[in-house]
């Protein structure tokens, strides 16, 4: 096997593997049917997906990336649960503030990837939207001041570079 198709051969296992657990967690349950098509499922998926994309994965994809998934994710929910609560208070009480503005972020987020990733994650959260990525800068919609000052704080931004393994240069 040529290093490139070793390469190959083992990114699909990794695809199938990830798909894999995402069928076990949809179906939550272990009873051997399912798991057995899963398996066959997943395999197929990731074979598919090789021969249509001429690519398995995205190469920002690493097992390093996977492994921190479930931190990230379990990080950004609890972001997305924070501005949920923020949004409904400013719902309920017409009182606070409420000061639609566009803002230019400049991100230091490097490759395609990581800058959807980041810009996903933004729009997630209730109170703001990514409208726009062009190059480095993103260009989001925050419902009032205080998403604005939340958004240019960067947490966001380090959360997705923590997924990404990226440092930002000092």
């Not at 704080?153 to 393994?165: H, I, N, P, S, W």
């Amino acid at each position: 096997m040529h290093t490139s198709e070793g390469s190959i051969f083992y990114r699909k296992i990794i695809l199938a593997a990830v798909l894999f657990l995402f069928w076990i967690v949809l179906t939550s349950t272990l009873v051997p049917v399912n798991i057995v098509l899963g398996a066959i499922c997943s395999a197929f998926t990731a074979s598919v997906s090789a021969a249509i994309l001429g690519r398995v994965l995205d190469p920002q994809i690493t097992l390093g990336v996977i492994l921190r998934l479930p931190i990230f994710a379990v990080r950004l929910g609890w972001e997305i649960v924070k501005a949920n609560y923020d949004v409904a208070k400013i719902i309920i009480n017409p009182k606070l503030p409420i000061d639609p503005r566009i803002t230019e972020y400049r991100t230091y987020l490097p490759g395609d990837l990581p800058k959807t990733v980041f810009a996903n994650s933004i729009t997630l959260t209730p109170g703001t939207v990514t409208l726009k990525i062009e190059d480095d800068k993103l260009y989001v919609h925050c419902l009032a001041a205080h998403h604005e000052e939340g958004l240019h704080e960067g947490k966001l931004e380090r959360m997705v570079a923590y997924l990404f393994g990226v440092r930002k240069d000092a």
